[in-house]
């Protein structure tokens, strides 16, 4: 019995197989530990139940609840721009947005990007996509254009966290079903793409550097005096929250998983306990450099904690 | 395979092979990549008679986590020492004559040359022997007291970085304990490299921090090993080989 062959054959139909198995080894090792004991005749049916009590227990679902996170925190960031571009729900920002047509076409285009992050990972989910939550709540955002820059960069930040904690929970051979497609809009140009077959992993790392580009841009423009004259770049430097809520830029709410998800003033990586005296330098690297060179991952309760005072379930 | 949304035709090979032109042999900055900023900086020239010690040479990346991480290394200590000349050079504080875009451009260098140490530290413990030599960067074709030149190739730099690891994550293979940590690693640099990619272009030009990188489904570029080194290759002497990668 060639067990080469049987995996190969099964990784044609689920090229998710062998991670499922966690490696092509272990699947080597158990199929072989039972082509010892049983007949050959039988064998075909008893690997077929090793198989399928294996892709039991990763059901897809855990995917689909990652990508469903995704699209809450997406559905969040569209509203958000959405609702901050119209008179009806947001009169002083579009006063302001009027006063500086630069701005405005920014924030325009972010908004874009967002509505297509909800189309794409809607369409990806297909028939598994969650129901949207009845609506947001903006209201303390909206009434001044700094106070509005302020929780666009918190949730901006959030994002870039929040996808960066979801990495490790997507296999990276997992695929958008094939024949998906999106129709997006982009400066008022409609377009239509079939994203089938896409790899996953892929995107969300694609979705998560954008998130970056926005979140660059906002801390920036903020630095701008008449947007508030606030003092910081595009990257974070120690846990500084300059104005959006602190926990945006902490260690997760849960401590047990502080280590993982540490405040953005981590100064630990790869098993370095502190880069500062950990690399050589001169002069020697300081905390407020190291803590700007790494972003920090967040975990999906401490996410969900920070965003749900807007989301009205 | 599968097929990837389109991407945004990048406009870097252009540049590039434009580089390429006219490459002065007589003088170009050798750098140690190993210490901070302006330290490390020797001037190496090299001339017609000098047998053999100006030819390139290969240098092979190797395979699996740690062929992504001499990769990611590559890449680093390329970055490192662009900005490390950048802000070294007698003439910076005239070139960006604006304190806050000096700030912005340190700030990097030093980002930068924290993630080239950090790799090259985590690879001599991790795979032991296994670490490609220093590179020696290509930059003869920059005009560092050039605003727009500095700026436009810092623009090209970064925005390659953001592509490369967005490329390079699904190719780290994660069923070990180290490979989720390379994973993770990858994604807590590639967002400040996305950073750094959107606060060059809005000191180029504010508002820009997406433009052409970006595409309709709001996806920054991904590109494989073989797209970005074909891009990076001008500006580092030796002979890149990435062709024992995973894919």
Same mark, same amino acid.
């Given at each position: 019995? *060639?067990?080469?062959?049987?995996?190969?054959?099964?990784?044609k139909? %689920?090229?998710?197989?062998t991670d499922?198995?966690?490696?092509?080894?272990?699947?080597?090792?158990a199929?072989? %530990?039972?082509?010892?004991?049983?007949?050959?005749?039988?064998?075909p049916?008893i690997?077929?139940?090793?198989?399928n009590?294996?892709?039991?227990?990763?059901?897809?679902?855990?995917?689909?609840?990652?990508l469903n996170?995704?699209? #809450?925190?997406?559905?969040?960031?569209a509203?958000?721009?959405t609702?901050?571009l119209?008179?009806?729900?947001?009169?002083a920002?579009?006063?302001?947005f009027?006063a500086?047509?630069?701005?405005?076409?920014?924030?325009?285009?972010?908004?874009? =990007?967002? *509505?297509a =992050?909800?189309a #794409?990972?809607?369409?990806?989910?297909?028939p598994n996509?969650a129901?949207?939550?009845?609506?947001? %709540?903006?209201?303390?955002?909206?009434?001044?254009?700094?106070?509005?820059l302020?929780?666009?960069?918190?949730?901006? !930040?959030l994002?870039?966290?929040?996808?960066?904690?979801?990495?490790?929970?997507?296999?990276r051979?997992?695929?958008?079903?094939a024949?998906?497609?999106?129709?997006?809009?982009n400066?008022?140009?409609?377009s239509?793409? *079939?994203?089938?077959?896409?790899?996953?992993?892929?995107v969300?790392?694609q979705?998560?550097?954008?998130?970056?580009?926005?979140?660059?841009?906002?801390r920036?423009?903020?630095?701008?005096?008449?947007?508030?004259g606030?003092s910081?770049?595009?990257?974070?430097t *120690?846990a500084?929250?300059?104005?959006?809520?602190?926990?945006?830029?902490?260690?997760?709410?849960t401590a047990?998983?502080a280590?993982?998800?540490?405040a953005e003033?981590? #100064?630990a990586q790869?098993?370095?306990a !502190?880069?500062?005296?950990?690399?050589?330098?001169?002069?020697?690297?300081?905390?407020?450099?190291?803590s700007?060179a790494? !972003?920090?991952?967040?975990?999906?309760?401490?996410?969900?904690?920070?965003?749900?005072?807007y989301?009205?379930? | 395979?599968?097929? $990837?949304p389109p991407?945004? @035709?990048?406009?870097?090979?252009?540049?590039?092979?434009?580089?390429? $032109?006219?490459?002065?042999? +007589?003088?170009?900055?050798?750098?140690?990549?190993? /210490?901070?900023a302006a330290?490390?900086?020797?001037?190496?020239g090299c001339?017609?008679?000098?047998?053999g010690s100006?030819?390139?040479?290969?240098?092979?990346?190797?395979?699996?986590?740690?062929?992504?991480?001499?990769?990611a290394?590559?890449l680093? $200590?390329?970055?490192?020492?662009f900005y &490390?000349?950048?802000?070294?050079?007698s003439?910076?504080?005239?070139?960006?004559?604006?304190a806050?875009?000096?700030?912005?451009l340190? @700030?990097?260098? +030093?980002?930068? &040359?924290i993630?080239?140490?950090?790799f090259? &530290?985590?690879?001599?413990?991790?795979?032991?022997?296994?670490?490609i030599?220093?590179?020696t960067?290509?930059?003869?074709?920059?005009n560092f007291?050039?605003?727009?030149?500095?700026?436009?190739? @810092?623009?090209?730099?970064?925005?390659?970085g953001?592509?490369a690891?967005?490329?390079?994550g699904r190719?780290?293979?994660?069923?070990t304990?180290?490979?989720?940590t390379?994973?993770?690693?990858?994604?807590?640099i590639?967002?400040?490299?996305?950073r750094?990619?959107a606060?060059?272009?809005?000191?180029?030009?504010?508002? /820009?921090f997406?433009?052409?990188?970006?595409?309709?489904?709001?996806?920054?570029?991904?590109?494989?090993p073989?797209?970005?080194?074909?891009?990076a $290759?001008?500006?580092?002497?030796? /002979?890149?080989?990435?062709?024992n990668?995973?894919?």
């Open positions: 019995m *060639n067990l080469f062959k049987i995996i190969a054959e099964l990784e139909v %689920d090229p998710e197989v499922r198995l966690n490696s092509r080894r272990s699947a080597l090792a199929l072989g %530990d039972i082509s010892k004991k049983i007949t050959l005749a039988s064998a049916a690997i077929g139940a090793a198989f009590k294996t892709l039991a227990q990763s059901s897809g679902s855990p995917l689909n609840d990652v996170y995704a699209l #809450l925190l997406e559905r969040l960031e509203a958000f721009y609702q901050a119209q008179a009806t729900s947001a009169p920002l579009v006063a302001s009027t500086n047509t630069g701005l405005r076409t920014s924030i325009e285009k972010i908004r874009d =990007h967002e *509505n =992050h909800v #794409l990972l809607t369409a990806a989910l297909g996509v129901a949207a939550p009845s609506g947001f %709540d903006f209201s303390a955002a909206f009434g001044t254009i700094n106070n509005f302020t929780t666009a960069q918190a949730f901006e !930040d994002g870039v966290r929040a996808y960066k904690g979801q990495a490790g929970n997507i296999s051979t997992a695929q958008v079903a024949n998906t497609s999106v129709t997006v809009t400066a008022g140009q409609s239509t793409v *079939n994203i089938g077959g896409s790899n996953v992993l892929q969300a790392l979705i998560h550097a954008t998130e970056a580009r926005h979140a660059a841009y906002i920036y423009i903020r630095r701008q005096t008449a947007f508030g606030v910081q770049y595009g990257w974070i *120690n500084q929250s300059n104005g959006a809520p602190t926990a945006v830029y902490a260690a997760s709410t047990s998983l280590t993982d998800f540490p003033s981590n #100064l790869g098993g370095v !502190d880069l500062t005296t950990g690399l050589t330098a001169s002069p020697a690297y300081t905390a407020a450099e190291v700007e790494f !972003d920090e991952p967040l975990d999906s309760t401490t996410v969900r904690g920070i965003a749900g005072p989301i009205r379930p | 395979m599968a097929t $990837q991407v945004s @035709a990048p406009d870097e090979a252009g540049f590039s092979s434009q580089l390429l $032109q006219s490459v002065n042999r +007589r003088s170009f900055l050798r750098y140690s990549g190993m /210490t901070a330290v490390g900086l020797v001037l190496a001339d017609d008679d000098d047998n100006s030819m390139p040479n290969s240098v092979n990346l190797g395979t699996g986590n740690v062929g992504i991480l001499n990769y290394y590559a680093e $200590q390329l970055e490192a020492a &490390a000349q950048v802000v070294s050079n003439a910076f504080a005239t070139t960006f004559t604006d806050a875009e000096r700030t912005a340190q @700030a990097i260098a +030093r980002h930068e &040359a993630h080239r140490d950090f090259k &530290a985590a690879i001599n413990r991790d795979a032991p022997g296994n670490i030599a220093d590179l960067p290509n930059f003869s074709n920059i007291t050039s605003r727009t030149n500095v700026l436009e190739t @810092a623009r090209i730099f970064e925005d390659l953001v592509a690891y967005n490329g390079a190719l780290i293979d994660t069923t304990a180290a490979g989720k390379y994973l993770g690693l990858a994604g807590k590639v967002s400040v490299e996305a750094h990619a606060q060059i272009r809005d000191i180029i030009s504010l508002g /820009t997406s433009n052409d990188v970006v595409n309709a489904l709001g996806l920054d570029r991904a590109l494989t073989t797209e970005v080194l074909a891009t $290759q001008p500006f580092i002497r030796e /002979t890149i080989n990435g062709s990668l995973p894919s």
